[in-house]
């Protein structure tokens, strides 16, 4: 279900009508970096860059040749001179940082951020999320115009994240929380990946093609002088049994079983060495 405001559309009008957050890179000093970044924002369906005071000026062709296809979320990012130009249009802000700077504002993770910007932008307020510089991150200064903090629960001894690193983590909790229909790609030959084990034009196989597969395969095994003693052969059975039941064997594994116990019954001698 979606939530109450967006329950008068459907889903994809709903999708349509959210504003996600803006990606907000405060005095970012690699244009590689920010390429990157763009990259990562692609990725999980974020568009909106915006870059306080670049180090090395912008436009900035590194920038737009680490972005690959994302070229164009570059090529539409808006430049400001200072950080309160850059989120005068927003209602809600988050500062990432390591460190609680000494300041009282709630704190979240991206996995909690996420859903909260997303509720926020359900109900139309424009939101964003700040990455401080490579060198130092952000400054209390900054820091200080936020309404929340962003932190990942990274190892204490190894806080430091990359500024692509830190947008790749957010922008997936955000695409996470949009509760996504399918995974990776989707080609003109298939729809998206689904969690599980992938088995394009195959189906879990019936009860009754098992049956014939067992029949099958205990008949050439009793042959071949497996199956014995006899004493032994119904915990055999069952044991041979219980391996196809894990494999969750489709129509398809069954049909190759069966060519593989006719293969080998049918060679009456030895291969030759």
Known sequence: MMEANAETG????????????????????????????????????????RLVSPRDGWPNEKARAAAAVADVIVDEAKVYDTVEAALQDLNFVLATTAR???????????ETAAPALRARALAQDRTGVMFGAERNGLDNDSIALADA???????????SLSLPQAVLLFAYEWRKAEKPEGLGRVTAFDGPAQEGIAA???????????????AHLEGALDEAGFLKPPEKRP???????????????????????????????????????
Do not use: C, Y
């Not at 398809?252 to 006719?262: A, P």
């Open 10 to 49: 459907n889903p994809t009008e709903a999708r349509a009508r959210l504003i996600a957050p803006a990606i907000v890179l405060v005095r970012p000093q690699l244009g590689e970096n920010i390429g990157f970044a763009a990259r990562a924002m692609s990725n999980f369906g974020l568009r909106d860059l």
């Open 235 to 273: 915990a055999m059975v069952r044991s041979i049994r219980n391996m196809f039941h894990r494999m969750a064997a489709t129509d398809q594994d069954v049909r190759t079983w069966r060519g593989i116990v006719s293969a080998l019954t049918r060679r009456s001698t030895p291969p030759r060495a």
């Open 200 to 214: 394009p034009d195959t189906r879990p196989a019936t009860r009754a093609e098992l049956f014939g597969l067992f």
């Open 100 to 110: 609680p700077r000494g300041m009282v504002k709630e704190v979240l993770s991206p």
């Open 149 to 159: 903090i962003l932190t990942a629960p990274v190892d204490p001894e190894f806080a």
